[in-house]
């Protein structure tokens, strides 16, 4: 049983994830093939021990940052931040997403009280058999209210699905630099099994100016 007292438990997308505050929970680093839609509890534990061994190797807060910047970049779709700070990209919070998060609050707690630390196994089931998928979607605008009302659809050929529920978007915060003033997220779920993980596919938003951003994704290179 995991330890009372851990840095917070948020409850997102109706399954509660423990945080580390401050960071976000990211994908691990294995390599993927595809989105992994039904897991095993074998394949469960190992996702949890990808996402946990970066982290217990990790000395230092530039490692751990490193680790989490990597991490982000495998289950991103869209626009490289570090090459386009401001290009619309998503993040895909997948099953194994979540449980590689778990297995580095793990490794966090486990340094923290000198003791291993595990996840309830009634989290693990909860991730395991979650019915959506999460993506948080990134982009920038003009306005810091840009994002208020965003739509978005997922595109497989000449199929349109419809997200479960969209979350009311972040208010922008201020950019650095040239380029639009404003960025800001809002996150969206969408069904399992309204979408097929192996198909090319493309995240269409329209925000409420008429503007319409599109990110393509491939899902062979997520899991």
Known sequence: MIARGLTSVARVGG???????????????????AIDVKLSPEAAQKALEAGRAPMEKANSPEEVKKILQHASM????GADPEKDSCGASAILRTKRYRLEAFGRQEAVE??????????PDEFIKKVVDMSNMEIEVQLCGDDEYFAEGALIELQ?????????????ADRGRKNEGSGPAYRSR?????????????????FVINLQDGKEVRIPADFLKVK
Not at 15 to 33: D, E, I, K, R
Not at 156 to 168: E, F, L, T, W, Y
């Open 110 to 119: 486990s340094k923290k009280r000198k003791t291993d630390i595990r996840m």
């Open 74 to 77: 495998v289950t991103r779709v």
């Open 15 to 33: 399954v509660a994830t423990c945080v580390v505050v401050g960071l976000l929970t990211v994908v691990g680093l294995h390599p993927a093939s």
């Open 156 to 168: 497989q050929g000449s199929k349109k699905i419809k997200p479960i529920d969209i979350a009311a």
């Open 186 to 202: 809002f996150t969206a779920r969408f069904a399992y099994e309204k979408f097929d993980p192996n198909a090319a596919s493309l």
